[in-house]
Structure formats: structure tokens, C-alpha cells
């Protein structure tokens, strides 16, 4: 197969200068040549590549997004919004081109037509997602981005298997099993991505799979456009035995090899992290349910251990922003405490963003028609009865978004809740201030926040970061005004934390837990091993928790 120009396409005598140009460009039949559409596909990949890097930037992926992939996949109203739009749509010509390009390199007019039809579409439905974001509710994610969804999740992989079937017949076999092997990683990729999202309770789990396709057709393209710029100009004999053919064919390989080796170890990482709690919803012991509030259907999990004390407490597990409740179970382990205690673990999913923390604004965590606070309070009502819990044993803990809510909870729900638990999260009015804040509970509340004092995402020390946060010690001293404590405190040091109490009326205790050098993670999880963060912090909870009871009734 001649793969360059071919004498029908050469220039005839009184050509102007702009045709013969023109047709200088081009492969046979005036079709794009190799090194366009190589080009046109390299070029594709790296601003795919830099366009989802920036999204996900925005994004703040110190944050989870297993449940919220709006946050990258379009989402209404963000900065960058129409930029980025615009050059996701460059991005879906130079992949069209690509396509066209590869006519040249494809024998079989319905491989090559079908190639770059699958492309268009994909091209399409990757706009369709950021277009159409979410409803006017912004609770939903619309059904068009949904639809969206599942023909990128379909059609992309499809067409790397088309133009590896097509690659294999015109005889570059290399080329067309490692385009094969792409879209086969792609749909691996996807499956593991969409199943992740649905138990981590997304209303759109296929956008997760997108985003893994997204990923992996970067490499793709980048890596096919590469051997089509080494087979230029050469028949398919002197392509293969070039050194350049050679070594686009063997980076090629490398590449798919890479791909593989890292779906492997993702799966298996993510097997092994969330093993136990798939395993203790297979079996059973963790089951999904919602409660209706102010005629909004919230969504829980709650876990009962196989052995479950008579008088069991129940502990809430507060997921950090665009987390969920399966995200929560996932990171913080508290299934163990609760299996260690015989209590119950329930784990609420949020709303879009998040929580509805002290400070929140429409920007962020306020969600009109979602009252957070009531949701966690029917909550409460509905496990004590169902399950016999003991309502002096009732406690909130969370991360993140998750303990800054957790903090609203302890001031609002004081007549339900114990004591509560933030880590890394905060206490502040939308200008930062933690004296201003409303918090007035109906009777002491024990209190223990932890906090790193490297946590770069709220800093310990205050500050604006996306909302403005107030210093650990206003907040603290915040909960001890409204407490009623006593200005006389104890300091005790554990590894790398030091911890400093203050005894409170009704024996209730405020206290905080710094951690030097720790970060914004649930110590004890993976990001903590080795670090400062590598204690347990669900069994420090656990323990603040048992040891702070109040009298029911």
C-alpha cells in the first residue's frame, strides 16, 4: 500500500500557485495526508489532554468527585465555562480530521466511512455533556447529557476497534492490535469507572465511565497520530522495516502496555479499598435507603454490624464536598468501629456540591428546597425508632464539607446529637468569622475537632482558599462560649498530635486535636500512611464518642 502522494494528485501545467498548495497537502483522492491528519491528531490529544487538566484544576480534586462528576463534565454557571466548551470543540474537529486522514492508511471505504462516523458522534456527544449539565433545579443531571453519556461511553471505544480492524486488513498489524487494545482498555476503563460511580451513588454513573474513556483516548490518538506521521510518505514494506516505523510501532505497544498495567493496578487498588463495603452490601449489612424531606427523597446508607448491641449508638458520617455517603464509608473505615461497638454507621449523601454548612451561598452548599439540617434530623428520628438506638448515644462526625456541616449539626441539633467529631473542617459566617456565628445549642454538646496543621485546602489558621474559612482557635473558642466551658484547659501529646481539652457543663468536653504536618485526609487512610496522619482517626472518634454519653430523654 502506497501511503504518500500518487500521480493523479499531482499539480497540472497552469495550476495556480494556491491549488497546487492545496493539492501538496493532500493523499489520494484529495483525501488529507498522513502527516495532516497526524498532526491534526496530536494536536487534538494535547489540547483534550490540557482542557480536561484545567477542568479538573477547577474542580479542586482535593475534594472527591466519584459521585459529582458534573464538576468536570460540564457544569452550569462555572468559570471557564465557555472557553472551555470552545476548545473541546477544536478538539472534536482535529479528531475528525484525524479520521479523514486515516483513509489514506484504511483500506475498505465502510471501515474508514464507519471510523470517522463513530468519531463525529463521539466528538458530539463529548459537547452534548457540556451542554447540557444539569436541570433547573440543579439536583438532576439532565437526560440529555445523560444520553450523552452513554454514547460517548459506547461509540469511542467502537471506533478504536474499527480502525484496528482497519489498520490490521491494509496490513499494519501492529498498529491495528494496539488500536484494538485501546478500545478494549477503554470499555475496561469505563466499566470500572461507571460501576465505581453508581455505588458511590451518582444519578449519572456513565459520566464517570466518560471521563475514563476521556483519559485513555488521549493516549490513543496521540499515539496512533504518531505512527501515521512515521509511515508518511513510505510504502507499507519500507514503513515497517524503517526505524522510525519501528520504533512509533514499538512506542505504540509501550503506550497500550502502560494503559494496561495501570487499569490493572487501578482495579485491584480499587478492589481493595472498597471490597468490605461492597462485600457488606452484597451481604446485607449495609443497605440504601432515602427519607423524604420537605418532598425531597435524600438518600442514606447505614451499616448494622452482625452482632449489634442491645442498646446500640448510631454514629453519622458526614462525606466531604462532591462526596457521598458511599465515599464516606469508603475513606473514613468507620464500619469497623461500628463492628467493634455493635452501633450502627449511617452515611448520608449530600446534594450536588455539598452540605449546607454555616456560611454557605448559592455558589456553594446552599440548595434551596434541600433543608440539610432537617434532612439529618429525620434522619436521626427514623434509625432511633427503627433500630432501638439509645438517644443519649446519638453522634456526628465528618470530613471536609463534611465536618463543617457536622459543626451546624452540633449547634442545631443539639437536642438529638451527643457530641460531635469535624476533621479538617471549619465554623464561619460567609466572611469568615467564627464569633459571628449562630450557634446556640439547646445544651452542652461535646465537641473534638482534628485538624492538620499542613491542611492546605482549609487552613488552619484561616483564610480564604474557595470560601473563607476562620482560625481552628476562633472556632474552638467559638464552641466553648456556647458551651458555657471554663477558661482552664489540659494539653496531652500523642505521636504527632497534641490535643487540648476543656471541661464543659454536664460533663460535656470541647477539645481539638492538632496534628503537626498533617494534611487534609481522614487519618489512617491510604493518603496518611506512613505520615503524620497514619493513626486511626475513626477509632479516635470512636473512643471520644463512647467516652461522651448523655443522659437520654
Avoid at 465557555?82 to 479520521?99: K, N
Avoid at 526505524?243 to 478492589?271: D, E, H, K, S, W
Wanted: overall charge neutral; glycine content about 14%; hydrophobic content about 50%.
Amino acid at each position: 500500500m502506497t501511503i504518500g502522494k500518487s500521480a493523479v494528485d499531482k499539480p497540472e501545467p497552469g495550476d495556480s500557485p494556491g491549488r497546487a498548495a492545496r493539492i501538496a497537502k493532500l493523499a489520494p483522492g484529495g483525501r488529507p495526508s498522513p502527516r495532516v491528519a497526524s498532526l491534526a491528531g496530536v494536536g487534538g490529544a494535547l489540547l483534550w489532554a490540557a482542557v480536561l487538566a484545567v477542568e479538573v484544576m477547577r474542580a479542586h480534586l482535593s475534594h472527591s468527585l466519584v459521585s459529582r462528576p458534573d464538576r468536570i463534565l460540564g457544569w452550569g454557571g462555572a468559570p471557564f465555562e465557555a472557553p472551555l466548551t470552545l476548545a473541546m470543540a477544536v478538539a472534536a474537529v482535529l479528531l475528525v480530521i484525524l479520521g479523514l486522514g486515516l483513509r489514506a492508511a484504511i483500506h475498505g471505504r465502510l471501515v474508514w466511512a464507519g471510523f470517522v462516523g463513530l468519531l463525529g458522534v463521539a466528538a458530539a456527544a463529548n459537547l452534548a455533556i457540556r451542554l447540557f449539565p444539569t436541570d433547573a433545579a440543579m439536583y438532576e443531571t439532565s437526560p440529555l447529557r445523560g444520553a450523552a453519556g452513554i454514547v460517548f461511553d459506547l461509540v469511542l471505544p467502537a471506533a478504536a476497534v474499527l480502525a484496528g480492524v482497519g489498520l490490521v486488513r491494509s496490513g499494519s498489524t501492529v498498529a491495528g492490535w494496539c488500536s484494538a487494545g485501546a478500545g478494549i482498555v477503554m470499555v475496561w476503563a469505563e466499566i470500572d469507572a461507571t460501576a465505581i460511580g453508581a455505588m458511590a451513588g451518582a444519578g449519572q454513573p456513565q459520566s464517570e465511565g466518560a471521563i475514563a474513556a476521556e483519559i485513555v483516548a488521549m493516549a490513543w490518538i496521540g499515539g496512533l497520530s504518531l505512527v501515521l506521521l512515521a509511515l508518511r510518505g513510505e510504502d507499507h514494506v519500507t514503513a515497517v522495516r524503517s526505524l522510525r516505523a519501528r520504533l512509533a510501532f514499538g512506542g505504540l505497544g509501550a503506550g497500550l502496555a502502560v494503559l494496561v498495567a495501570i487499569q490493572m493496578v487501578a482495579t485491584l487498588v480499587g478492589y481493595g479499598v472498597m471490597g468490605p463495603v461492597v462485600t457488606a452490601q452484597l451481604e446485607g449489612r449495609t443497605q440504601a435507603s432515602t427519607v423524604s424531606v420537605d418532598s425531597v427523597a435524600r438518600s442514606y446508607r447505614v451499616y448494622r454490624p452482625a452482632s449489634v448491641a442491645s442498646r446500640p449508638g448510631l454514629v453519622i458520617v458526614l462525606s466531604g464536598v462532591y462526596g457521598s455517603g458511599f465515599q464516606a464509608e469508603v475513606t473514613t473505615g468507620f464500619d469497623a468501629q461500628a463492628d467493634r461497638l455493635g452501633w450502627l454507621a449511617a452515611y448520608p449523601d449530600s446534594v450536588l456540591d455539598g452540605w449546607d454548612a454555616f456560611g454557605s451561598t448559592s455558589d456553594w452548599g446552599l440548595h434551596p428546597g434541600a433543608d440539610d439540617v432537617r434532612f439529618i434530623g429525620a434522619l436521626i428520628d427514623k434509625i432511633v425508632a427503627g433500630d432501638g438506638v439509645d438517644p443519649g448515644r446519638v453522634y456526628v462526625t465528618g470530613m471536609s464539607r463534611g465536618g463543617m456541616m457536622t459543626h451546624r449539626i452540633g449547634c442545631e441539633l443539639a437536642s438529638k446529637v451527643a457530641a460531635v467529631a469535624p476533621v479538617s473542617g471549619n465554623m464561619a459566617t460567609a466572611t469568615g468569622s467564627a464569633a459571628d456565628v449562630p450557634c446556640n445549642p439547646v445544651r452542652p454538646v461535646s465537641v473534638l475537632a482534628i485538624h492538620g496543621s499542613a491542611d492546605g485546602v482549609i487552613p488552619i489558621a484561616g483564610g480564604r482558599v474557595d470560601i473563607p474559612f476562620s482560625p481552628l482557635v476562633d472556632v474552638m473558642a467559638r464552641w466553648r462560649i456556647a458551651n458555657g466551658c471554663g477558661d482552664a484547659s489540659s494539653v496531652a501529646t500523642d505521636g504527632s498530635s497534641t490535643t487540648t481539652s476543656w471541661q464543659c457543663p454536664d460533663g460535656t468536653t470541647v477539645a481539638m486535636r492538632v496534628v503537626q504536618g498533617g494534611w487534609h485526609v481522614w487519618p489512617g487512610t491510604p493518603t496518611g500512611v506512613g505520615g503524620p496522619d497514619a493513626f486511626d482517626g475513626s477509632r479516635v472518634v470512636a473512643d471520644f464518642f463512647v467516652a461522651h454519653a448523655r443522659a437520654s430523654g
